[in-house]
């Protein structure tokens, strides 16, 4: 069977490769027209600076040539800065579509940066643990505030016993802070999944926070064994230690998986920048000078062509 040729126009790779071009070309143009350019500018600027004193007393072939000669100094000058706005006005249309280029290549064929495009996404599921989080500590609090009132109401100081409606209490928050310990267990997973994977398909990066492990239910039970004094000074520190957690921790921990989340964007980005840099060195030898001129131009002319049939209608 033979095989059917690539359109150049909707072949993912050809795509890219025609943008690369452009995008060298249009480097190039640039590193040949500023030096001229900035040279131009000084001698139109020197040119200009010499201004003699006398001028009116010149004769008029020689204002005549004066002028003739600041004239194009100032045409030449123009004409190079209409070329750098071209360049100016070209690349960065260029580099965008070169970016959406290699994203879809790269989604395409490169099993890594899937991966790491994956593991970006289980931010959503470290939230909802997050999420879940807060209210597992909102009700252990709750419970809390139960079972010291619990503790008071049938407290015998004699024996120095619970009341039983005390230690069902107690074995409720020692639940509540189990249920505490498992979110926090399960959020951790979560972000060593993610590093994992970040790390397997070559994007090194920050992991998400790790919640720190809560020691709640042995609390609990510890206070379960002290007079009632003594367990009141640690029912009023624990709970203040969890309200602290709910009401500042947890957007503390919000706050700090964005900040997160804007690196590790930003190094999965790298990895397509690196992608950038291979291609651009791949299709190095063939960009020859004698081309620039023409490439530019013809690219101004395309990027005019799709700015007209664009809403903005322009470039």
Aim: hydrophobic share 40%; glycine share 4%.
């Amino acid at each position: 069977m033979t095989a059917v040729p690539a359109n150049p126009e909707t072949d993912p790779g050809q795509i890219l490769h025609n943008l690369l071009v452009r995008e060298a070309h249009l480097k190039l143009g640039r590193a040949q027209i500023k030096p001229l350019w900035e040279q131009r500018e000084a001698e139109l600027r020197a040119l200009e600076a010499r201004r003699p004193s006398l001028l009116a007393l010149l004769s008029p072939k020689k204002r005549d040539e004066r002028a003739a000669g600041l004239a194009a100094a100032r045409e030449r000058v123009q004409g190079l800065r209409q070329r750098l706005d071209l360049l100016d006005r070209c690349e960065p249309h260029i580099q965008r579509q070169i970016e959406d280029a290699i994203e879809v290549l790269l989604r395409d064929s490169c099993p890594e940066y899937v991966q790491a495009l994956a593991a970006r996404r289980q931010k959503e599921d470290w939230l909802r643990c997050l999420e879940r989080f807060g209210g597992k500590i909102f009700e252990f609090t709750r419970s809390l505030g139960n079972v010291r009132n619990l503790a008071c109401s049938g407290y015998n100081r004699e024996t120095k016993l619970y009341s039983a409606g005390a230690i069902q209490g107690f074995q409720l928050a020692v639940e509540a802070a189990e249920h505490v310990q498992n979110e926090v267990r399960f959020a951790n997973k979560i972000a060593d999944a993610q590093l994992a994977l970040f790390q397997k398909s070559g994007v090194e990066t920050k992991p998400l926070p790790r919640l720190v492990e809560t020691n709640y239910a042995t609390w609990v039970a510890k206070i379960r064994t002290l007079p009632l004094a003594e367990a009141q000074i640690e029912f009023d520190t624990l709970i203040t230690s969890t309200k602290k957690l709910h009401e500042a921790g947890i957007p503390e921990l919000k706050n700090q998986a964005d900040r997160v989340q804007f690196e590790q964007d930003a190094d999965i980005r790298n990895f397509l920048l690196r992608a950038w840099e291979q291609f651009r060195a791949e299709i190095a030898p063939q960009i020859f000078p004698g081309d620039t001129e023409r490439v530019v131009l013809e690219t101004g002319e395309w990027l005019e062509a799709i700015a007209r049939s664009s809403v903005t209608g322009r470039l």
